[in-house]
């Protein structure tokens, strides 16, 4: 085969070059990703049907699931992110370990392979081969297609760092997780009539799941559409995303892409319950960071593999 063929061949499997509305751009996938897209569609289908049928769940439930998401997005942030992915913060083992629960419970992933996309995202930040950009694939590339689309990084370079049981066993149970995570609302079959334990389903389920999934993915895309600046890429901070991450900080996009190493995302009064996690967890000795210089925060690389985590826009 010539060089040119190949190429032609290498654009042509490459999702990012049809329109949203061709089908390929959504069915298509990259080797081994198959179930992330049967299980996004999937989800999204019942998700849809049931909100229909069954559009109000009982307070309990709705407030299990407003926990469950809250839990879950500090283990995203402040145990996958800020923790494993940055070493911008050192959590106690028991807390690092209960987070990564939580965080896989809202269907964030395995920690090794969160941390692996989320370390080649700052490496190749607004370049073609960045995993997630908007700028090379579009808004639903960015948004959604890239999770079942892209190639996965090299997890032996991305987290060599990661190699200890504690972290490795949780792809093994990913699968488990995320049926305890869909089916828990089965469990108000014991409590309510039929009808409401359904809608409690739903709602712990496919509910809560679709929304962290979706706020999640507006870091990826709603805060990297500004334009290619020199530092901090086109990452932006969007204040009014604070609500969809229940205050939580990543929303924040800029400043992080500024000073990865920096364990506070939201700066003077930008709303960032992630870092007062952080802030009460070391009152108490279960958690640790480096103290950071005002304004020198981008100095402060991680420890393990910074050539890897290095303050890369
Ligand atoms: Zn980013
Ligand atoms: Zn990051």
């Known amino acids: 085969m010539s060089s040119n063929s190949a190429s032609a061949s290498a654009v042509e499997n490459d999702p990012r070059i049809y ?20 299980w996004v569609v999937g989800v999204h289908i019942v998700l849809v049907i049931g909100l229909i049928l069954l559009p109000l769940p009982p307070i309990s439930a709705f407030i299990t699931a407003f926990v469950l998401l809250f839990l879950g997005g500090l283990g995203t942030t402040v145990a996958y992110h800020r923790a494993l992915a940055h070493r911008a913060v050192t959590l106690h083992p028991a807390i690092e370990q209960v987070l990564i629960f939580f965080a896989m419970f809202n269907g964030s992933g395995s920690p090794r392979n969160w941390v692996a996309m989320h370390r080649h995202h700052h490496i190749h930040s607004d370049k073609p081969d960045d995993i997630s950009s908007p700028h090379y694939g579009g808004f639903w590339w960015s948004h959604l297609r890239w999770l079942w689309q892209a190639d996965q990084p090299d997890r032996d370079r991305y987290v060599k760092d990661m190699m200890a049981f504690r972290y490795r066993m949780w792809t093994s149970l990913q699968i488990l997780v995320l049926f305890f995570a869909i089916s828990t609302g089965a469990l108000w079959f014991f409590f309510v009539p039929w009808q409401e334990a359904l809608a409690a389903m739903l709602w712990i389920g496919p509910v809560r799941l679709m929304w962290a999934l979706h706020t999640q993915c507006t870091v990826n895309s709603i805060c990297h559409l500004g334009a290619i600046a020199d530092h901090g890429g086109s990452s932006r901070n969007v204040g009014w995303l604070s609500f969809a991450h229940f205050g939580q900080g990543e929303n924040w996009h800029a400043n992080h892409h500024r000073a990865p190493a920096n364990p506070r995302i939201g700066h003077r009064w930008q709303i960032d319950l992630g870092w007062v996690s952080i802030r009460t967890l070391g009152l108490v000795g279960l958690a640790k960071w480096k103290p950071q210089r005002k304004g020198k925060f981008e100095e402060a690389a991680p420890e393990p593999d910074e050539a890897v985590t290095a303050n890369t826009p």
């Not at 089908?23 to 080797?31: E, G, N, S």
Request: charged letters at 10%; hydrophobic letters at 50%.
């Open 19 to 38: 329109s949203i509305w061709n089908p390929r751009a959504w069915l298509m996938y990259a080797p081994g990703e198959l179930p992330t897209l049967l």
